[in-house]
């Protein structure tokens, strides 16, 4: 007798979700060792990263941008600011409000660390070829913008 509990059932796709967070695992084996060497956190780094790129963001955009539930996100932001991250200054118009900014410090670490950040991506395209990078740019920018 055959137990039927016991024969997998066949899906169509791959796992999308757990091959872009082996891919997120993978990435991250080569950055992280660079960020814990500059006492900065996963998290940590992301915000800086978003708000390098973007400028001042409230916290509910930095949120989104680094994928970092609201509730973490107060706390990763006020250790942020014990540490002389970020700065938190409340809206004039609306005191609920609050914009988040990168300090001195954190322009300097981004400084810091961009010309290692640079060589690893070199040497990533080094391994994988340029052309696969920006394939991989492209289709998680698409498949970003249709699920948006």
Not at 44 to 59: F, H, K, T
Not at 105 to 119: D, F, G, P, R
Request: aromatic share 4%; net charge positive; charged share 30%.
């Amino acid at each position: 007798m055959t137990d039927s509990s016991r024969t997998p059932t066949r899906v169509a796709h791959r796992n999308l979700p757990m091959l872009l967070l082996r891919a997120r695992e993978k990435m991250m084996e080569r950055f992280r060792p660079l960020i814990t060497a500059h006492g900065l956190t996963e998290q940590q780094w992301r915000v800086i990263r978003a708000l390098n790129e973007s400028g001042p963001l409230e916290p509910r955009q930095i949120s989104d941008l680094c994928t970092i539930s609201s509730p973490s996100m107060a706390g990763v932001l006020a250790r942020m600011e014990a540490l002389g991250l970020v700065t938190k200054e409340r809206f004039a118009d609306d005191q609920r409000r609050v914009l988040v900014t990168l300090t001195k410090k954190s322009h300097q670490l981004v400084k810091a660390i961009s010309k290692e950040l640079e060589a690893r991506y070199k040497a990533l395209e080094a391994e994988v070829g340029p052309e696969v990078v920006e394939r991989v740019y492209q289709a998680i920018d698409d498949l970003l913008a249709g699920l948006e």
